[in-house]
């Protein structure tokens, strides 16, 4: 049974860090390209990070410099590392696993970044 778990999600002040896991199981992780997305209320989800699986990553413009993929296959697990959290970060995070014609989603996690 494919599972996608997200963790890490939670209240940050502006300027906080989080960590977001989402650990991954029933399928060959180590293949996998993975991403995270997020989708505020009322907005399209939206990619904003991803990582192949040979280890190339990609950002959204509205991240990059602030926002980390990495990914652990002994583990099975990606990582997403916020830094410098803004309040338009507020969003449910949901990452992603693909491969070919294969396609999982997480149930997601949520992040609110507030004062």
């Known amino acids: 049974q494919v599972q996608l778990v997200e963790s890490g999600g939670g209240l940050v002040q502006p300027g906080g860090s989080l960590r977001l896991s989402c650990a991954a199981s029933?399928?060959?992780?180590?293949?996998?390209?993975m991403s995270w997305y997020r989708q505020a209320p009322g907005k399209e989800r939206e990619l904003v990070a991803g990582?192949?699986?040979?280890?190339?990553?990609n950002y959204a413009n509205s991240v990059k410099g602030r926002f980390t993929i990495s990914r652990d296959n002994a583990k099975n697990t990606v990582y997403l590392q916020m830094n410098s959290l803004k309040p338009e970060d507020t969003a449910a995070y949901y990452c992603?696993?693909?491969?070919?014609?294969?396609?999982?989603w997480g149930q997601g996690t949520q992040v609110t970044v507030s004062s």
């Open positions: 990582i192949t699986n040979t280890g190339n990553t």
């Open positions: 992603k696993a693909i491969r070919l014609y294969l396609l999982y």
């Open positions: 029933g399928f060959t992780f180590s293949n996998y390209a």
